[in-house]
Each structure stands twice: as C-alpha cells, then as structure tokens.
C-alpha cells in the first residue's frame, strides 16, 4: 500500500524513476539473500537427473493431486477465483486512467487501498478460521468474491468493491492455503504447492487475453461485465461440486 502511494507521486514527476527505484531496491534486497546460508541436512539426499526432476515436477504431482479428489477441488476452487481477481487488477488500472481518467497519483491511492484491505484480510483470516473453520469460509467468502465483482459494473462506487476484493481475496488465500496444507504431508508440499502454481497459471493463461481482446474491441466496462459472469459460473459449478459430491465434501476441522 505505502509502494503504491510513493509511485503514483513519483509517476507525477517522471514515470521512468518508478522503473530505477525499483532496481535499486531489488539490489538492496540481494544483500540478505547473499548473506544466507544452507541449513545443515542430515538426510542422505539422491542426486537425481535431469529426467527425474521433470518427471517429479509434472508427472509425479499431478499423479499425487488426482490421487485425492479433495485436494484437486480445492486446487481448483483456488485457480478459478483467484485468476479474475489478478486480471481485474491489473486490467482495472487501464480503466481507471482510460475510461474513468483518474490522475496516475489518484490511481495510486486507489491501489494502495486494495493492498490496505489486502492486509487487514489477510489479519482477520486466522480469526475468522478460528471462529468460523475453514469449510464455512471456503463456501461464504467466493460468494462476496463474486457480488464485489458485479458491484465494481457501477462507476460511482468503483473505489468501494476494488478495495474489498484485496479483502475479500487475502481471506480465501490465506484460509485455503492453510487447509492445503493440513492436508499433505510435509515432503509432498513443495510438489503439490507446484501443482497449485500451474494450475492457477492455466487459469491466467486463457482468461488474460480472453478478456483482453473483449477490453480492446468493446471496451473495459464491458470486459468486466463478461469476467463477473465467468466467476459466476464458476461459482455455481463450485457450489454445485459441493453440494451433490460426497468425495470432495470439506471436512469441518
């Protein structure tokens, strides 16, 4: 939030020192990188080949998330909520300078307040969790997802749903990635939190220039319009996943 405020002012100046701080900053944060050192590993390691890597890469996780219908649905649910949020995000910026024309410094500020209630989301998932467990979170939270999504269609409250999807958003994340977890053991995690990156990377790869090519040639209001009903859909095939499919019903702790 304070990165978005700092370079929205800077943009007001000359948007190219946005690009140099930022370059300075990356090598500032290779000094603690360098200073790092390998934690002592007492277990005899197998040096595998080339071959082997990939095949534990692609083949074996996949092999170990299809193998528990659960986990793969929670994959998923990951993948088909968190996508529209990122595309919206970075998509809303050209709406917001393009069709709204929004100063660079106001953009900022609105930003910055995606990332603030990113942040508090973020705070209150662990109490919520705590309250309310995770299968209630994972079955309410894509449902506000889906409503701030159709809200961000009205110009004058543009500000309020943007600022609640980092909300709204931070909570899903983080719950869903702690009952991930729970439910792999420790030497599978790095393989099935692969998986999860590549499935949510196929999601980007066909809604990005999808809704792309609807922004360019009819406009981003109504590109946003078409990606409300595509994560309505998904909600409701989600739901009804939930509902009708005793394999994948999520458990209470």
Known sequence: GIAMI???????YKYEYNLVLMIIILLIGLIPLLKMTETLDLEE???????????????KSTKIVFKDKRLLFLIIIGALMAAPVTVIFFYFQLYLVEDLLYTTFYMGLLLASHSVFGALGGYFADILEKKFREKIILYIIPIFLVIMFWMIQIEAIVFIPFALLGFFDSIFYVVLSDYINHMIPSKERATILSFNSFAFSIVMIIVFPIIGYIAENKGFKYSFFILAIIISVFLAGLLFTLLTNKHIQLKED
């Open 6 to 12: 700092i370079a929205g002012a800077i943009a007001l």
């Open 45 to 59: 390691k197998h040096t595998e080949s080339f071959k082997e890597r990939l095949y534990n890469h692609f083949v």
